[in-house]
């Protein structure tokens, strides 16, 4: 059976459960942090506390594929579990892969993460539309079919992604560079949709001043930057301006490391989802 829309079911838990996404990153160091080994145990330790800590009471849970595939197909499997529970447990399940591909390659990592029976199946993924937008069109007809979402990486906090983001094309008589393309790509793909539409961009919290961009692409924008990266939820609004409401805003340091004790971990993303709440209604 179709799920609802990624976007209105995006919509009603940010609305319930304020708008805070938490990444589940256990790479080497933080597993370390928590006192645990880097290896399956460690990895199955990490990602079982995160769940049963927030999975019940935020909006969304993030967990970053390769840190899991580095284990392999063990690694792989406690992915699956991962999302399986988180899932069951209220949370929807933004995978952070990145695929990008052409034609029936990326056909099949939209099968991989976007069709409802797979295995890692998930509520949306992130990907990179840098082989040209129209080579996401197997994972947006996917997301479309599954109901889930898509969020396209356009405007990143990485320095490195100005010099293929800030570029611009020369067919394009608008003079809009790269980052904008995207955004404006999206707002198509979400023309008409209520409360809003599945597919999203990644646009970093650290990036200051965006006033010009046109954020408004009737879709939610997933920024990373919250915490460890320096950015605050006060930020917000500045950075967001008239899109902020749709705004999902990434922590995941600046929660993870007060694991591994769970109450704790409720703590703190509590604390951050009020205080994001509270820069956003602001507004």
């Known amino acids: 059976m ?9 919509r009603r838990a940010m609305d319930e459960r304020g708008p805070l996404c938490v990444g589940i990153d256990p790479h080497a160091s933080l597993l370390a942090e928590w006192g645990l080994n880097d290896d399956v145990a460690g990895l199955e330790r990490f990602s079982r506390t995160v769940v049963e800590a927030l999975a019940g009471r935020i909006a969304v849970l993030k967990p970053q594929a390769a840190f899991f595939e580095r284990f392999g197909s063990r ?12 899932r069951a447990a209220g949370a929807l399940v933004v995978m952070d892969a990145k695929r990008g591909d052409i034609g029936s390659t990326m056909a099949a990592y939209a ?12 509520d949306a993924l992130t990907v990179s539309p840098y082989l040209g937008y129209g080579s996401l069109s197997p994972a947006v007809a996917m997301a479309r ?12 906090s ?15 008589h608008a003079g809009r560079n790269v980052g904008a393309t995207m955004l404006a790509h999206l707002a198509a793909e979400n023309a008409g949709e209520e409360p809003l539409g599945s597919f999203g961009a990644v646009v970093g919290a650290t990036l200051g001043d965006l006033s010009a961009y ?43 490391r007060h694991g591994p004790d769970v109450v704790a971990l409720r703590d703190v993303a509590e604390r951050f989802a009020q205080e994001i709440r509270a ?3 602001a507004v």
């Open 75 to 86: 690694g792989v499997a406690v992915l699956e579990k991962s999302v399986e529970e988180a």
């Open 2 to 10: 179709t799920l609802e829309p990624f976007g209105a079911r995006l």
């Open 145 to 156: 079919e599954s109901g889930a979402g898509l969020f396209v990486l356009a405007l990143t």
């Open 111 to 122: 099968e991989a993460f976007l069709h409802k029976d797979a295995p890692l199946f998930s």
């Open 158 to 172: 990485n320095p490195e992604g100005r010099e293929v983001q800030h570029a611009v094309r020369v067919e394009d």
């Open 214 to 256: 046109d954020l408004d692409v009737n879709g939610p924008l997933l920024a990373p930057g919250i915490g460890a990266q320096g950015a605050t939820p006060a930020d917000l609004p500045r950075v967001f301006r008239g899109a902020v409401r749709n705004v999902v805003p990434n922590v995941s340091r600046g929660v993870l």
């Open 279 to 281: 820069a956003v209604t």
